[in-house]
């Protein structure tokens, strides 16, 4: 089967943030909560690289081996996803991840933190596919409609790659030969 | 031939000087932008601070076993300190000591209004605190999410309400000599008869119980601030008021089933004392030997 994957291409991303927008709009994401977010390096001196960045769907990720109620499970596609009927709030995931990808809505009483929200890969949920459960708390469900995730269809530049593993990793190395740098993708001997 | 400076030659000088200006700077743009960041993909990545980092797959691992150990650490003191204590019950039992005869004003109304007060709001506390860590065997969800809920607004309140009984009882907390004494004999709760026990107006269990409610529950609070708030700290300061929470809140749970078990159980009529404030004058005299009286 398939591994699910992100990547982006530094070289390409141009610090648009179109693909904030269209996470956050296409999926009904309450204000102050990112699942993607771009971030910019030596902004305006020579060396100027933007990444965005959501959760990377790690094998072996920190925030399922963290969660006290394994609310957080992966799919066999490798998409990392959250039960929102288990999950209780308890933000370890949030410490426990290395990109900050776990987000986690502000509540009315003394700011307690609601459940946590994350980057599906545009996959919905646990809750019935296409169903209004599912939209309400996840956001669209892309995959199973044989779409790409919401963030990677609209990039501009085409910086940001989503889909199968092994696809993107090649669209990525025809691009690297062809600009000649002999570089490697972000982390992309790290992260997966 | 004489050499004329005609405006044919002054245009020809100015044409050449332009293009070689012109040149001279397409050259140094050309130049600026093939060196505008020729850094390697790889390099520039690798500067993208916390995010990426090579060693990502450590980034939490004495994160994650901590969090799995805590329910671990947590049943062992709700199961063998009450078991303790029902061993003591039947082995040794309860002091008992006459009712009736002089009974002294132990406990104002203000200071027994607050006690209750935070007596409420510390269960509370101690009870959801409870029920987050053993979640997993809860369901998770609802039901514990109403029980952060609860926790952290007990705690707001409890902060406040715990400084006029800090105040009040202060003075009579300091730890004194004699203390020392009253650990050596554990406090007599360990003899069947009535001898008479070196403390004054509070013994020095009461005393390790105050200083860990108030000032360990200012700790609690403190550590429990930050962690409600998540995105205020540096991830791995967030583990370690995780820890000091944690681990103190063990301690604080010890001592909170002690004294559930000392004011109900073990020294009978205590209860009652804490609701009309009086002691009898014979148990004032026995177990807080020292209070001025």
Redesign the interface.
């Given at each position: 089967m398939a591994r699910m994957r992100f990547l982006c291409d530094?070289?390409r991303c141009i610090d648009c943030n179109g693909c904030v927008v269209a996470c956050k709009e296409g999926n009904g994401v309450p204000v102050g909560i990112n699942r993607r977010r771009v971030?910019t390096?030596?902004e305006g001196r020579?060396?100027?690289?933007s990444?965005s960045?959501s959760c990377m769907h790690c094998s072996?990720a920190?925030c399922i081996?963290?969660c006290?109620?394994?609310?957080i499970y992966q799919r066999e596609d490798g998409i990392v996803l959250v039960n929102k009927?288990?999950?209780?709030?308890?933000?370890?995931c949030?410490?426990?991840?290395?990109?900050?990808a776990p987000q986690?809505p502000k509540?009315d009483?003394?700011?307690?933190?609601?459940?946590m929200d994350k980057c599906t890969f545009c996959a919905g949920g646990p809750a019935p596919t296409f169903s209004e459960k599912e939209r309400r708390l996840y956001g669209q469900n892309r995959i199973a409609e044989g779409k790409v995730p919401l963030c990677a269809a609209m990039c501009s530049t085409k910086a940001l790659l989503a889909g199968d593993g092994d696809k993107i990793s090649q669209i990525f190395q025809e691009r690297?030969a062809r600009r000649g740098?002999?570089?490697?993708?972000?982390?992309w001997s790290?992260?997966y | 031939m004489k050499f004329n400076l005609t405006s044919n030659h002054l245009r020809v000088l100015l044409y050449t000087v332009f293009l070689t200006a012109a040149g001279a700077s397409a050259l140094a743009a050309n130049y600026i932008i093939l060196n505008f960041g020729n850094i390697s993909t790889t390099q520039a990545f690798k500067a993208f601070p916390f995010l990426v980092s090579p060693k990502w797959e450590a980034y939490a691992n004495d994160f994650i076993p901590f969090v799995h150990a805590i329910p671990g650490m947590v049943w062992p003191i709700l199961v063998f300190i009450p078991l303790i204590f029902l061993i003591h019950f039947f082995a040794i039992g309860p002091k008992n000591f006459s009712e009736d005869g002089e009974r002294i004003l132990f406990y104002g109304a203000f200071t027994r209004f607050f006690h209750w007060i935070n007596a409420i709001l510390f269960s509370l506390i101690v009870i959801t605190g409870l029920m987050i860590v053993f979640s997993k065997a809860l369901g998770g969800g609802g039901l514990i999410q109403n029980a952060r809920l609860i926790h952290l607004s007990c705690a707001y309140a409890f902060i406040v309400t715990v400084i006029p009984l800090f105040l009040v009882w202060l003075k009579d907390m300091i730890p004194m000599p004699h203390d020392v004494k009253w650990f050596l004999i554990l406090g007599g709760y360990l003899s069947k008869k009535a001898t008479t026990v070196p403390a004054g107006k509070f013994n020095a269990g009461q005393k390790i119980w105050f200083w860990l409610a108030t000032v360990g529950g200012a700790v609690m609070f403190y550590t429990g601030f930050y962690l409600s708030d998540i995105t205020s700290r540096p991830q791995s300061e967030l583990f370690s008021l995780l820890k000091i929470h944690i681990i103190l809140g063990l301690f604080i749970l010890a001592l909170f089933i002690t004294h559930l078990y000392m004011s109900l159980f073990a020294v009978k009529g205590s209860l009652k004392s804490m609701i009309s404030g009086f002691k009898g004058k014979e148990e004032v005299k026995c177990l807080h030997s020292k209070m001025k009286i």
């Amino acid at each position: 089967m398939a591994r699910m994957r992100f990547l982006c291409d530094i070289e390409r991303c141009i610090d648009c943030n179109g693909c904030v927008v269209a996470c956050k709009e296409g999926n009904g994401v309450p204000v102050g909560i990112n699942r993607r977010r771009v971030v910019t390096i030596n902004e305006g001196r020579p060396g100027e690289r933007s990444l965005s960045i959501s959760c990377m769907h790690c094998s072996n990720a920190p925030c399922i081996a963290v969660c006290p109620v394994k609310a957080i499970y992966q799919r066999e596609d490798g998409i990392v996803l959250v039960n929102k009927d288990i999950c209780i709030g308890c933000g370890y995931c949030f410490i426990a991840c290395p990109f900050g990808a776990p987000q986690f809505p502000k509540g009315d009483t003394f700011g307690k933190r609601g459940v946590m929200d994350k980057c599906t890969f545009c996959a919905g949920g646990p809750a019935p596919t296409f169903s209004e459960k599912e939209r309400r708390l996840y956001g669209q469900n892309r995959i199973a409609e044989g779409k790409v995730p919401l963030c990677a269809a609209m990039c501009s530049t085409k910086a940001l790659l989503a889909g199968d593993g092994d696809k993107i990793s090649q669209i990525f190395q025809e691009r690297v030969a062809r600009r000649g740098t002999g570089a490697k993708a972000p982390g992309w001997s790290v992260a997966y | 031939m004489k050499f004329n400076l005609t405006s044919n030659h002054l245009r020809v000088l100015l044409y050449t000087v332009f293009l070689t200006a012109a040149g001279a700077s397409a050259l140094a743009a050309n130049y600026i932008i093939l060196n505008f960041g020729n850094i390697s993909t790889t390099q520039a990545f690798k500067a993208f601070p916390f995010l990426v980092s090579p060693k990502w797959e450590a980034y939490a691992n004495d994160f994650i076993p901590f969090v799995h150990a805590i329910p671990g650490m947590v049943w062992p003191i709700l199961v063998f300190i009450p078991l303790i204590f029902l061993i003591h019950f039947f082995a040794i039992g309860p002091k008992n000591f006459s009712e009736d005869g002089e009974r002294i004003l132990f406990y104002g109304a203000f200071t027994r209004f607050f006690h209750w007060i935070n007596a409420i709001l510390f269960s509370l506390i101690v009870i959801t605190g409870l029920m987050i860590v053993f979640s997993k065997a809860l369901g998770g969800g609802g039901l514990i999410q109403n029980a952060r809920l609860i926790h952290l607004s007990c705690a707001y309140a409890f902060i406040v309400t715990v400084i006029p009984l800090f105040l009040v009882w202060l003075k009579d907390m300091i730890p004194m000599p004699h203390d020392v004494k009253w650990f050596l004999i554990l406090g007599g709760y360990l003899s069947k008869k009535a001898t008479t026990v070196p403390a004054g107006k509070f013994n020095a269990g009461q005393k390790i119980w105050f200083w860990l409610a108030t000032v360990g529950g200012a700790v609690m609070f403190y550590t429990g601030f930050y962690l409600s708030d998540i995105t205020s700290r540096p991830q791995s300061e967030l583990f370690s008021l995780l820890k000091i929470h944690i681990i103190l809140g063990l301690f604080i749970l010890a001592l909170f089933i002690t004294h559930l078990y000392m004011s109900l159980f073990a020294v009978k009529g205590s209860l009652k004392s804490m609701i009309s404030g009086f002691k009898g004058k014979e148990e004032v005299k026995c177990l807080h030997s020292k209070m001025k009286i």
